[in-house]
């Protein structure tokens, strides 16, 4: 089994060589974007026999961004919390596929995976985008929906949307980012809310003509929380300079402002392999760089546990827990192919086959790419009561042949599974 030895830790909190690198020749892989798929090729070098009847599987960290610059979107970066960096920047999801159909309010941004598939040149650039609508009374509801029979129609509070673009496209260089803060996309995107920052402004306020928002809710919602005296303000200086509204233009290398505060915590994700952490559990305790100690973690798992009722559920739980105990902060993992399964925690509220849908651009079949953990959560700063959202994992099925679509961003399908499946 490899030690990890201080090379390699600096690997972990870096970044990895993507297909952008093959012409670029002297940069080093420091300088490259992530890329979530990297671990196909690493299975090959790797004698790990440990987990013999296992696809490899990536795991997610999180850490704060580095830079004020790690989560904009020419970096092509992974993200939880916080803002979307959409990859394409202009035809945004829009109408209601960025509600909750539950309550109607705007989603909110959970996270981004760039995860770009090296044999197919229209996937060059891939990015998935997962949202969810943060009322735990909507996820209950979105549950019900989700057993239903006729998945097409069903009510969602979680959706997910993945977008690709090929190496040369409008909005990118065809050439590697630099990760030196001197990136720029190619033009500016499409204004966003001034409230979330996460959809296309399209209303725009008609007292100061520079608030944009995605939708009423967000429009009331800005105005009773400072908008009303910040909007006379902006009124009063327009008026006086006669220039054009002020802050209108986003600058390229910075991130819009944000005016909700109710925005889950921003992080950048890390990937890597699950095989590292196959040694014993105390040479890998810096691993991961946790921003909180194992005990933590695991007395949160432990009071998931009370939950369970049957047997099952009560091993399935163990199983899961002894996989997860490897690198207990991870909030994510990824294994994109054709064999792999989710880790269910519980038995229980698993999704069969039959119950996966085609794939609703091209009707195709649908496989398994990535679930999220209940971890994330703690790293959200998730309360402890029973109005605050909870989930056992959430399992991301995606187009297995990544098609093409006139729509930039094409839906895919998000099986929540719940701690407890009753309500
Ligand atoms: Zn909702
Ligand atoms: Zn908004
Ligand atoms: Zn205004
Ligand atoms: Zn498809």
Avoid at 89 to 111: A, R, T, Y
Avoid at 381 to 398: F, M, Q, R
Wanted: hydrophobic share 30%; glycine share 4%.
């Amino acid at each position: 089994m490899r030690r990890i030895n201080e090379d390699s830790m600096d690997d972990f909190k870096g970044l990895r060589i993507t297909q952008l690198d093959t012409d670029d020749e002297d940069d080093e892989a420091a300088t490259e974007p992530i890329s979530i798929d990297e671990f196909d090729d690493y299975d090959d070098e790797e004698d790990d026999e440990d987990d013999e009847d296992c696809e490899p599987v990536m795991l997610g960290f999180v850490e704060s961004p580095k830079f004020t610059w790690s989560s904009l979107r020419q970096l092509f970066p992974n993200l939880a919390g916080g803002v979307p960096a959409w990859l394409d920047p202009v035809n945004l999801p829009s109408g209601k596929s960025i509600l909750c159909d539950l309550c109607e309010e705007p989603l909110q941004f959970v996270l981004q995976l760039y995860a770009p598939l090296t044999e197919k040149e229209s996937a060059f650039h891939r990015t998935l985008f997962l949202f969810m609508c943060p009322s735990m009374s909507c996820l209950l509801r979105d549950q019900h929906e989700q057993w239903k029979r006729t998945p097409e129609k069903a009510m969602r509070s979680a959706k997910v949307f993945r977008c690709q673009l090929p190496r040369v496209n409008p909005f990118y260089s065809s050439e590697a980012p630099k990760q030196d803060g001197t990136d720029k996309p190619l033009s500016h995107g499409a204004p966003l809310c001034t409230w979330c920052g996460t959809w296309k402004g399209d209303k725009v306020c008609s007292g100061c003509k520079n608030a944009r928002y995605c939708s009423p809710k967000h429009q009331v919602l800005h105005w009773r929380l400072g908008h009303k005296t910040e909007c006379q303000q902006l009124r009063a200086v327009i008026e006086t300079s006669d220039s054009s509204p002020v802050n209108n233009g986003v600058s390229l290398t910075q991130k819009q402002k944000v005016a909700s505060k109710s925005l889950w915590k921003e992080f950048v994700l890390i990937n890597e392999d699950e095989s590292e952490y196959d040694t014993e559990m105390s040479e890998n305790d810096e691993v991961a760089k946790p921003l909180v100690s194992k005990r933590e973690v695991n007395d949160q798992m432990k009071s998931l546990m009370n939950d369970f009722e049957g047997d099952a559920d009560k091993k399935s739980f163990v199983n899961f827990q002894q996989r997860v105990a490897k690198a207990p902060e991870q909030v994510l993992r990824y294994c994109r192919s054709s064999g792999s399964k989710p880790l269910w925690p519980i038995a229980s509220g698993r999704v069969s086959k039959s119950e996966i849908p085609n794939c609703k651009s091209c009707g195709g079949p649908l496989c398994f790419e990535f679930q999220v953990m209940p971890q994330l959560l703690f790293f959200f700063g998730g309360k402890n009561d029973k109005e605050s959202l909870d989930w056992a994992t959430i399992v991301v099925y995606t187009c297995e042949n990544s098609c093409e679509s006139s729509l930039s961003y094409k839906e895919e399908f998000v099986w929540v599974q719940l701690h407890s499946q009753t309500t």
